[in-house]
Structures are given as C-alpha cells and as structure tokens.
C-alpha cells in the first residue's frame, strides 16, 4: 500500500547534521523561522530569542501557555552574561556544569535583547549552554540565542529523537537535525539563582549535592508540595502539576500488572502478564533508565493500551527528576 501521509512529508525534513544542513538551519533560525536540533537532554524547538515573531511561533506550535517561560540557549557564560546579570555566583555554576544540563534562571540585564515574551513577562531568564555537539554547532552557525523547548506538544511527552520530533510537531518545524537518540533522556535541572538561596526548579541529571557541593552553599529544592511553589506558581510555572503525559493513564509503584495493561519496568524482577512491556533498565541503572523514559512512555502509549503500571524506581539521583516527571505524567489531567 502507498502511504502518503504525514511520516512521509517528515522524512524531507529531518536531515544528517552535515555542515550543509547545519547551515541550512542556521539560515533558517536567521529568518525567524523555527529548527528542531539535539540536546544531551532532550530535542528542542528552536528559535532566534532576540525575535518576538519567532518566539510567538514557538507558543503557537506548542499550544504551549504564554505565562510559561522558555529556555534560551547559548554557547556558554560569555553569551548569557550578555542577557543576564551573571554574578559570581552564575559563574561558580557555569564553572562547574557548563556545557552541560543546567539551566540558570538569572535576572535579565536591562539591556537584554530577549524578547520578554521569552521569558514570559517575567523579570528573570532562565538560560543554558548545552554540550551537545550539533547544538553548539547550530548556536554558533546561527550566532543567535535561541529559545528552544523541548520539540513536543505543550504537555505531552518530550521527544528524545528525531522522529519522535516529527511526530509531534505536525508542520510547524522546517527542518529537524537527527543527531540519534540523546544520552541523558530527561530535561535540563532547571536552578533559580536570583534569590538568596539558590533553588531547584526542576530536578535532572545533575543534583542538588552536586550543586551545592560546585556553589559551596545550600540548595532548596522547591516541588509543587513545597509551600512557596504551591503559594506562588509565577515562579517557575514548569511546576504545574499535570505534564510530559502520553494518552494512557499511569500507575505509579506497581509491583503487579492488572489485566489489559502495559507495563514499564525497571530491573530485574519483572511481574508477568502486561500486554506491552518495556524495561527502562534491566540492569537497573537509573542514568540508562533516563535515557529510555521518554521513548518507551511513547512506544507503550502507541499499542493503545488504557493504563501503563510503572515500576518502582528508586529515588536517588536522576531517579528524582524520573519520578518528578513520572509524578507529573500521572498527575490528573487540567
Ligand atoms: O533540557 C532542557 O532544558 C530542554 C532542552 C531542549 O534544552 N528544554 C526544555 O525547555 O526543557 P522547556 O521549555 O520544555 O522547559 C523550560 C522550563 C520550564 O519548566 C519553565 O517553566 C522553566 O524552564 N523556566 C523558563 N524560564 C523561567 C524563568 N524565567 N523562571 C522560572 N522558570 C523558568
Ligand atoms: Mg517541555
């Protein structure tokens, strides 16, 4: 049978990251329209930050809500000094994890040539240095900061490879670079450091001890329980409750499998009887879990199953940010 459905118009736009097509993204980011690439994290929708058309675009495909603020993303501290006030502080973080999977909500210069929409009004910008290669290679191509959220439908599942990309982003995107699978699988620890105390907005791969071990001072961790978060959700509105869910309802901690559901496992002991299972880590490493979360949410949710039993996963180390998002993904739907 020929097919000729959308999979087929999105094999003409996800391309090798070749110098050519790099460039071609770059060319595009320059035109104010948008370029999915590769992070270590996640993949990200891209736009040129400084942009209000193009970061409006970025709203729109996502459904995403305006009050929700994007990361921009730069090649490193010497750029984001230049949108934000980079204190000593900034630069102990950047020292220690830049390039890498931290984002840093900062105050915006008064000279910030972001557009506040961006950051959604806010007086703070949250911004990062990814490591992945062809990110660097498209900031640098594109000398632009570039807003870039994960390339998913507001609320939906964040994409981890090329093609999860163009499965969700019907239209929107014009080109999608495939850099293969990412290595770490779950967003960026987002860490506020425009109050007295540095703060944990969102967990990921690199800790809270991480952090204050690198700042060599405490660090909060703020989660929808936590009152402040709860009493003030403007201050990072990625704290909203219910996110990054597939279309089948999730069931957290299950030791068993119900009749008629799909099973994500992790370790060794895998109880019998799902119609689909897929182990985040057999070997139960909770770093190679991380980086198959995303894609087997996908995979179970696609075999149309009602309800996916998740395995107990320990909650250390990237275990937070995997239970964080597993939290949100069971979370009831607003
Ligand atoms: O790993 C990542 O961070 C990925 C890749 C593509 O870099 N990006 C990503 O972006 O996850 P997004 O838009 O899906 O998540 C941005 C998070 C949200 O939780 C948002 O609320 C928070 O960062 N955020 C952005 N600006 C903020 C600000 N000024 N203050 C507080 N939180 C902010
Ligand atoms: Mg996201």
Redesign the pocket.
């Known amino acids: 049978m020929i097919h000729l459905g959308p999979r087929d118009r999105w094999e003409h736009i996800i391309f090798q990251p070749t110098p050519e097509a790099i460039q071609s993204a770059a060319d595009i980011l320059r035109s104010g329209r948008m370029a999915a690439f590769p ?1 270590e ?4 929708l891209g736009a040129d930050a400084t942009n209000d058309d193009a970061v409006a675009a970025i709203f729109r495909a996502k459904g995403r809500p305006q009050t ?4 921009v ?1 730069v090649p490193g501290a010497v750029e984001a000094a230049k949108l934000t006030r980079f204190d000593a502080r900034a630069e102990r973080a950047a020292q220690a994890f830049w390039p890498g ?1 931290l ?1 840093l ?1 900062l105050e915006r210069r008064a000279d910030c040539p972001i557009a506040t929409r961006a ?2 009004g ?1 007086s ?3 911004v ?1 240095a ?1 490591i992945h290669p062809i990110a660097q290679a498209v900031l640098r191509a594109s000398e632009l900061p570039l807003a ?3 390339a998913n439908l507001s609320g939906q599942v ?1 994409p981890t490879t090329a093609q999860h990309v163009a499965d969700s982003m019907d239209g929107s995107v014009d080109i999608i670079l495939d850099g293969g699978p990412c290595t770490i699988g779950v ?2 620890t ?1 860490l ?1 450091l425009n109050g007295p105390v540095a703060s944990v ?2 967990p ?1 791969s690199i800790t809270p001890e991480a952090i204050a071990d690198a700042l060599g001072e405490p660090v909060e961790t703020l989660t929808t329980n936590h009152p402040i978060a709860a009493n003030a959700p403007a ?5 909203l409750d219910s996110h990054y869910a597939p279309r089948a309802k999730l069931r957290l901690n299950a030791t068993t499998v119900s009749k008629g559901e799909g099973l994500l496992a992790f370790g060794d002991t895998v109880p019998p009887g799902a119609v689909i299972t897929r182990n985040l880590s057999a070997r139960a490493d909770l770093g190679e879990a991380a980086g198959s979360l995303y894609a087997a949410l996908r995979e179970i949710d696609r075999s149309g199953v009602p309800v996916i039993a998740v395995a107990p996963i320990p909650n250390t180390g990237i275990g937070v940010a995997i239970n964080d998002r597993l939290n949100r993904a069971a979370a009831p739907r607003g």
């Open positions: 992070t994290t996640v993949y990200g929700n603020p994007l990361i993303h999977a984002t909500v950051s959604a806010l703070t910008l949250a990062r990814p870039a959220p994960s964040s967003e960026s987002v506020a907005l969102r990921g201050r990072s509105p990625g704290l």
